[in-house]
Every structure is written in structure tokens, then in C-alpha cells.
């Protein structure tokens, strides 16, 4: 057990239940005033006391200059969760003409996907077979950032109207899309090819049968 837990009094493990059950219930934590109310403390100072005591202790933290700004250690190394658009699927085979529109979201930790804050990101679902050699599966969920590809990334594509997942691939200065399934031919662009998005990683659901 860490030192600064067993040295706890029970005055200051009322305190800490205190503070994080004010904090649930009303958004933000508690003035050293409430505290004073709550604990039926002589003063405002007895309140400062136990909080200052909490803080050496390393069991919370408080900004000097901010009468409320109080957090917990352990809340700073939470996951910063985003949600991501779904927009409904994509063709992992022959490239389709179709409209995508939102269906709902996918709560990930920015930090996993190492992405940058106010990245664009969003969502797909994969439907078929044609990148099953870059282990991307029908029924997978791919997590694209809308960004200008680099060779050999794997992209959502817009191919003369229809769209499509595949690797982009430039030779001699002319992009193209590559399946990961031998079955499947390369795509190269009549009229335009449009980069939607850049993979950066997928979800896999286990099925149980």
C-alpha cells in the first residue's frame, strides 16, 4: 500500500469521499466555504488545513490561484476520449457508388491512435474481401484521418465517382489503388482519384457463436 495511504486519517478519507461526491453531483468541486459547512469546521482555515494536507500527501491537487481548482492524480492520466463519426461502410472489393452518411459514432482514446489534437477523423465500416492480405476483414470498423496519403497508405478512395479501400500507390507520378487479395485488379483513375481519408487503425469485433 502506498505510504501516503496508510498514513490517511479518517477525517481525511471523509474529506476525499467528500470532494469527489460534490464533484459528481454538481460538476465542480467544493469552496473551502462548503467544505467549512459540511464538516462544521470553527473556519475557512480549518478547511484549507485538510485540503494542504491532502496535497502533500499526493492525494490531490490544487492550483494556487483558483479557489476550486482541485483534482484527483489519478483523473490527469485518463485517456482523452473523442468520438468518431460513423459513416456507414465502404467497399473492400470493387469500388461502389454510394452516399455516405453518419450512423452513429465509436468512443476511441486519441492517444492509441496517436493522433494530433484537432485531427479529422472518422469512421467506416468494411464490407468484403479485397484487403484481407493487409489483415483488414469484412465486418472490421477502419479509423481514417482526412489527410494527404503518402505512398503505400491504405486510403478511402473516391475513383471516378465510386469509393473504395485500398493502398495507394504513385508510379511514375500517376496514383493508383492496389488491393491486398490477389483476386482483385488494381484500380487506375480514368478521371480523377480523391483521397478521402488515411488509415490509422481498425476495430475488430469478436464473434461468439
Not at 114 to 124: I, K, N, P, Y
Not at 136 to 151: F, K, S
Given at each position: 500500500m502506498p505510504r501516503s495511504l496508510r498514513k490517511i486519517t479518517e477525517r481525511q478519507k471523509q474529506m476525499l469521499e467528500y470532494l469527489r461526491s460534490y464533484q459528481r453531483e454538481h460538476g465542480v468541486m467544493p469552496s473551502t466555504r462548503d467544505i467549512q459547512r459540511h464538516f462544521e469546521f470553527a473556519s475557512q482555515t480549518a478547511a484549507m488545513s485538510h485540503l494542504r494536507a491532502l496535497e502533500r500527501k499526493g492525494l490531490i491537487q490544487r492550483h494556487p490561484h483558483m479557489a476550486r481548482a482541485v483534482v484527483f492524480p489519478a483523473d490527469l492520466k485518463r485517456p482523452e476520449i473523442v468520438d468518431v463519426p460513423l459513416y456507414g461502410s465502404i467497399a473492400a472489393g470493387y469500388a461502389e457508388n454510394q452516399e455516405q452518411q453518419a450512423d452513429g459514432s465509436i468512443s476511441v482514446d486519441?492517444?492509441?491512435?496517436?493522433?494530433?489534437?484537432?485531427?479529422?477523423?472518422?469512421?467506416?465500416?468494411?464490407?468484403?474481401?479485397?484487403?484481407?492480405?493487409?489483415?483488414?476483414?469484412?465486418?472490421?470498423?477502419?479509423?481514417?484521418?482526412?489527410?494527404?496519403?503518402?505512398?503505400?497508405?491504405?486510403?478511402?478512395?473516391?475513383?471516378?465517382?465510386?469509393?473504395?479501400?485500398?493502398?495507394?500507390?504513385?508510379?511514375?507520378?500517376?496514383?493508383?489503388?492496389?488491393?491486398?487479395?490477389?483476386?482483385?485488379?488494381?484500380?487506375?483513375?480514368?478521371?480523377?482519384?480523391?483521397?478521402?481519408?488515411?488509415?490509422?487503425?481498425?476495430?475488430?469485433q469478436v464473434r461468439r457463436d
Open positions: 486519441v492517444n492509441t491512435l496517436g493522433l494530433a489534437r484537432g485531427s479529422r477523423v472518422f469512421a467506416l465500416k468494411v464490407r468484403g474481401e479485397s484487403m484481407i492480405g493487409a489483415s483488414i476483414c469484412d465486418g472490421d470498423v477502419v479509423i481514417l484521418e482526412a489527410r494527404e496519403p503518402r505512398p503505400r497508405d491504405i486510403v478511402a478512395a473516391l475513383i471516378d465517382g465510386e469509393t473504395t479501400l485500398k493502398r495507394y500507390l504513385v508510379s511514375d507520378g500517376k496514383p493508383y489503388l492496389k488491393a491486398e487479395n490477389p483476386a482483385f485488379p488494381d484500380l487506375i483513375p480514368v478521371q480523377n482519384l480523391e483521397v478521402q481519408g488515411v488509415m490509422q487503425t481498425l476495430i475488430r
